[in-house]
């Protein structure tokens, strides 16, 4: 995964509706990439024993969570304009039905006492479904665009189950 992000176009995972990984080689100066840095993947090795990941579908991993647990939910973006239509990185679709799943399932195990973190694009569709949770603006960096002038800085929102105190 380090080496893909590393050397494919702009670091992007995307698959073709094969499940096949279809991302084009970066423009990049081989002797100017650095895949790895040692010291970093160290420290994560070491903040990551005792984690769980998964790879699974939302679904069942919103229904297996506990109160004890905390979930960062990083799903497809709803698209902002027109031409933003990318959708998915796998060979499913993740349109307006999923994000409103995704909504319903957030707001379940929200009740249930499990803290939830979810990131999306700030549109009106994504703060509509989220409404009664805790919406917080950030600016993130975006270097994916066909066109240059509009990569940079665009606005997020991040849905939050609890408070900034942590309740």
Not at 31 to 41: A, G, H, K, Q
Request: hydrophobic share 40%; proline share 4%.
């Amino acid at each position: 995964m380090i080496f893909l992000n590393k050397t494919c176009y702009n670091g992007l995972w995307r698959v073709n509706g094969r499940g096949e990984f279809n991302v084009p080689v970066g423009s990049y100066q081989p002797e100017r990439v650095s895949l790895y840095d040692r010291e970093n993947l160290c420290a994560t090795s070491r903040a990551l024993q005792g984690v769980d990941l998964a790879v699974s579908d939302f679904r069942d991993t919103l229904r297996g969570t506990l109160p004890c647990d905390f979930v960062y939910i990083d799903p497809p973006y709803f698209p902002i304009s027109a031409t933003a239509n990318f959708t998915s990185y796998t060979k499913e679709d993740f349109g307006k039905p999923e994000q409103e799943e995704l909504a319903a399932l957030f707001l379940d195990r929200a009740r249930a006492g499990v803290r939830l973190m979810l990131s999306n694009s700030d549109a009106s569709f994504i703060r509509e479904l989220f409404k009664d949770f805790n919406l917080q603006t950030v600016k993130a960096r975006r270097a994916v665009n066909c066109d240059g002038a509009k990569r940079g800085l665009i606005a997020e929102v991040i849905v939050l189950s609890y408070s900034h105190d942590g309740k």
